[in-house]
T-cell receptor, first 115, second 110 residues
Framework: GAGVSQSPRYKVAKRGQDVALRCDPI?????LFWYQQALGQGPEFLTY????????KSGLPSDRFFAERPEGSVSTLKIQRTQQEDSAVYLC?????????????FGPGTRLTVT | GQQLNQSPQSMFIQEGEDVSMNCTSS?????WLWYKQDPGEGPVLLIA?????ELTSNGRLTAQFGITRKDSFLNISASIPSDVGIYFC??????????FGAGTTVTVRA
């Protein structure tokens, strides 16, 4: 079946602009995650949803970052007033559940460049 | 920041060689995972380990969950050109949150 998809794949934003990144998880996957991957680093956890509930947003770096999953499927990560340090690849992952052995499957990511 | 120390940072390997990389942590994890990431793509799960001491294989890949629960290694046997990429270890201490290492970049000499 189809994997996790993300759009856009590439986004260039001028500093101060707002951006919205979309994630379509694997159909039927209850859990959804957002990660930020800086150049040359591994992904870092941003936030976690179980269905429409955002259960953990401890990794969001500032209040400029906001994520939602209103109907428990598609999710949007919004970054307001983008800064250069926000430049990174934003990865979305989904899993069948939230427990051990429900592993996360990643999308291809959105590469955000803030100029 | 990332809690996991992954080494080596990069390696050049000869086609046909066996290679090894490892990951250590100051924290205990309940699950260790190994992912591979190709340029422009997301990480793809290679092996998942759920019990201390567990040794698991997936084709030419073998990984072990350290007895202390603070380390793991990944072996690739008989390297081929498509093994090129970045390998990440990841640990999970609760039901969902993954912590990743910084990655090992593998380049194969033909």
């Amino acid at each position: 079946g189809a994997g996790v998809s993300q759009s856009p794949r590439y986004k260039v934003a001028k500093r101060g602009q707002d951006v919205a990144l979309r994630c379509d998880p694997i159909s039927g996957h209850v859990s959804l995650f957002w990660y930020q991957q800086a150049l040359g680093q591994g992904p870092e956890f941003l936030t976690y949803f179980q269905n429409e509930a955002q259960l953990d947003k401890s990794g969001l770096p500032s209040d400029r970052f906001f994520a939602e999953r209103p109907e428990g499927s598609v999710s949007t990560l919004k970054i307001q007033r983008t800064q250069q340090e926000d430049s990174a690849v934003y990865l979305c992952a989904s899993s069948l559940g939230g427990g051990i052995s429900y592993e996360q499957y990643f999308g291809p990511g959105t590469r955000l460049t803030v100029t | 920041g990332q809690q996991l120390n992954q080494s080596p940072q990069s390696m050049f390997i000869q086609e046909g060689e066996d290679v090894s990389m490892n990951c250590t942590s100051s924290s205990i994890f309940n699950t260790w995972l190994w992912y591979k990431q190709d340029p422009g793509e997301g990480p793809v799960l290679l092996i998942a380990l759920y019990k201390a001491g567990e040794l698991t294989s997936n084709g030419r890949l073998t990984a072990q969950f350290g007895i202390t629960r603070k380390d793991s290694f990944l072996n690739i046997s008989a390297s081929i050109p498509s093994d090129v990429g970045i390998y990440f270890c990841a640990g999970r201490s609760n039901d969902y949150k993954l912590s990743f290492g910084a990655g090992t970049t593998v380049t194969v000499r033909a």
